[in-house]
């Protein structure tokens, strides 16, 4: 049996605080997907090398980010590279632990968006003249980016809602810390983390819809 | 017939009567269980032994409770942030979980008075020469996110304006980064940090000193408007206190001088 009374009026009070640590889990999603796609292009690449150790470290990269709980890769980014003396503040910690994951999914997407670009394409490039390099960075790639468009703009939506996993390696500055400190505070669980599910949810919504309007306008055939 | 319609408009009464006026005690004792939310995660007051089984001050605390309401007890395990769902969404009848009973808090919940009362102690990574609460300032502590300390001194650490203060979601996680170097320093309660340095687990770690916060009152919790709860669990406490029972939990899981629960001057 559920009767609660809810008082919104001082849960609303704490709201600029949330949107202050909305803010700093922008920060964290923005940066860990431009870091994400730089990486991942970067994987790609070298599992597109040929060269059998370069693959290797490409699909080690692609595998545990993919097949492990972000959770456990945020904590080895925190705990894990401390027992080797590496100390990582809470904002690092989260930030190379979804980069980390960001690139092995981001990875995948681009394997995908490379089986629908046919093969003969960079071989006309070469025909022109271009290297390999030249092949892939000028005739595949921006392809290869606009089909994995929509597919990134999930990943974002994925980054911003890990953001919450920060609260597990001391982070108390980003939306769900500030949350989960302003609960121990007032005991308004209910009306805090309501209102914080609301702002994740416009943030995600606004990311997608806004992907979907940059999708249609700048990909026109 | 007559006999018949009699009894069952009887029934009918009772059962009105029974539902209408049924509040949390009643329902407690109708249930036959008492469920308690406990943090086990808190020696000495909420742990498991080697069995897995909960113990603990607390755990005793909830079994004595449910012993002279004449139910069963049962130990809801649950992490300090989750208290106040278990209990809205009835998961847990009382929270015996070491809660402080902030002017804030009492606003949600109701509380019983204290029935417990902790002293803070700074425990410091020995490489950082902190010797003081003083000390620890301009370095990186951190506390369990939810608990009084955790409060005062993130409170603490913006007074200073420098340094920086890191909550951790777990009392192990604080002295992992403690030992690990991640943090300098940290306010635990006195019973914690003692408990923890003895326990081997964490290198370089040494409890420093005091910390000079108020006295940390904990009191038992239930939902705000089920006064009879309440008043029972004002009663209980003060029994258990009364009896001699406060003491001897105090002596078997803490040890050493029992903290008053009174406060001089005070009506209450």
Known sequence: MFDYTFQWGQAMARLPRMLDGAVVTMQIAVLSMALGIALAILLTVLRLSGSRPLMAVATTWVEIARNTPALFQIYMAHFGVASFGLYLSPFASILVGITFNNAGYLTENFRGALKAIPDTQSRAGRSLGMSQIQAFRYIVMPQMLRISFLPMTNQMVWAILMTSLGVTVGMNSDLYGVTQDLNALTFRTFELFAIAAVIFYVITKTITLGGRLIASRLFRY | ?268
């Open chain 2, 1 to 268: 017939m007559k006999k018949l319609t009699l009894l069952a408009a009887l029934a009918g009464l009772v059962g009105i009567a029974g539902t209408a006026q049924a509040d949390k005690l009643d329902d407690i004792m109708a249930s036959g269980t008492l469920r308690c939310a406990v943090v086990l995660d808190f020696p000495p007051m909420g742990m498991r032994d080697e069995n897995n089984e909960p113990i603990g001050f607390d755990v005793d605390y909830c079994r004595d409770l449910a012993a002279a309401l004449g139910v069963e007890a049962e130990i809801v395990e649950t992490p300090f942030p989750e208290r106040i769902p278990a209990l809205m969404s009835g998961r847990v009848d009382v929270g015996v979980a070491s809660t402080s009973d902030t002017l804030e808090r009492a606003k949600t919940v109701g509380f019983s008075i204290p029935y417990f009362a902790f002293e803070m102690a700074v425990t410091a990574n020995t490489g950082t020469g902190i010797s003081s609460y003083e000390g620890m300032k301009g370095f990186t502590v951190g506390a369990v996110a939810g608990t009084y300390e955790a409060i005062a001194l993130e409170a603490q650490v913006n007074e200073w304006g420098e340094g920086t203060f890191r909550p951790y979601q777990t009392q192990a996680d604080v002295f992992l980064a403690l030992s690990q170097g991640q943090l300098d320093a940290t306010v635990s309660t006195s019973t914690v940090a003692q408990a923890n340095v003895q326990s081997g687990n964490f290198e370089n770690i040494q409890v420093v000193g005091f910390a000079p916060f108020d006295t940390d009152y904990v009191a038992l919790f239930a939902r705000r408007d089920e006064y009879g709860l309440l008043n029972y669990l004002d009663l209980f406490v003060n029994q258990q206190i009364r009896t001699g029972r406060y003491e001897e939990l105090y002596e078997k899981w803490v040890g050493g001088e029992v903290p008053r629960l009174t406060i001089p001057n005070a009506h209450r």
